[in-house]
């Protein structure tokens, strides 16, 4: 397929700009043979016994830094990984490109420009995410708490208010390291985990610390030329055996969120850490995940790729275009929808 063939019309006004009043009231469409418009809340109606919900504990750090330079000139720089105690790679904005060797100055801290990073090591988008090596004055994690800004997605319009920073947050997150949420997780408030777990319902955690890449445009037609940017992944080893045995006894392994699916179908459900660039396009066979808790997505982008994947092209394009119709509200803040994977042909 082509990457024209996941385009589609959106009206700006459906892009959600702020949260739902409460995080289960927004809306969500079952897509099966039919489709039908519901609450969140009606979730764990739609779910059986047995069943097993997988969910991304990864916590969004505030990543976003306003700086100067050693000319005085200012500079943003927003962290995309932290490497160690006083290290990370970043993007940085400036009017040119930082020199190895000169220093950014952070309040009363600073941090020193090691050099760009390797495209290897960087794991990122190949069009055009250059990061940097830098090195701080002190410990990166109560830096970025003390003085940085939480990194809200492009098409939101606002910078992040107090709202933002209880909302663009799971209620479950507890491993820093994101610096975009999982999204199909901000649906999810504690009367609602309580709900499950009554029901019967499994839950377990892993962890992917989503990068900035997924915001990134796929920029060639030919889908076989993109490549994917890297995320780390861990697979606990009790959500590993939750895998096994909710497969044992039939139950549905059902991934709350894209980053969920992607890190169990590239650990195949094993225990571990590691990275994946998996890119999940029509024609991809699952092997762990049969039903998908997820948001609407951006055209064009590879999360639309692996919904339609999932679900199957044209069950898409029809559940997207009744979203439309129906006023449904897109992205990161949005509404969702519950897919279930396509039979194998």
Known sequence: ??????????????????????????????????????????????LAEGDLLVFNDTR???????????????????????????????????????????????????????????????????????????????????????????PLPPYIGHAAQAEDEARYQTVYASKPGAVAAPTAGLHFDAA??????????????LTLHVGSGTFLPVRTEDLSRHRMHSERFEIPLETARLVAQARARGGRIVAVGTTSLRALEASGGRAGRSETDIFITPGYRFGVVDSLVTNFHLPRSTLLMLVSAFAGVDTIRRAYAHAIDARYRFFSYGDAMLLNRRAAA
């Open 1 to 46: 397929m082509r990457l024209s063939d996941f385009d589609y019309e959106l009206p700006p006004e459906l892009i959600a700009q702020h949260p739902a009043t409460d995080r289960s009231g927004s809306r969500l469409l079952a897509v099966g043979e039919a489709l039908r418009d519901l609450v969140f809340a009606d979730l764990p109606e739609l």
């Open 60 to 150: 969004v750090i505030k990543a976003r830094l306003q700086g100067r330079k050693e000319t005085g000139g200012q500079i943003e720089v927003m962290v995309e990984r932290v490497i160690a105690e006083r290290e990370v790679h970043a993007m940085i904005r400036a009017s040119h490109a930082p020199k190895p060797g000169s220093r950014i100055g952070f309040d009363d801290c600073w941090a020193t420009v090691v050099g760009r990073v390797a495209q290897r090591e960087a794991g990122t988008d190949a069009a055009g995410m250059p990061l940097y090596h830098l090195v701080f004055s002190e410990p990166v994690g109560p830096l970025l708490e003390r003085i940085g800004r939480l």
């Open 192 to 205: 609602m985990m309580a709900r499950l777990h009554r029901r019967g319902i499994d839950i377990a955690m």
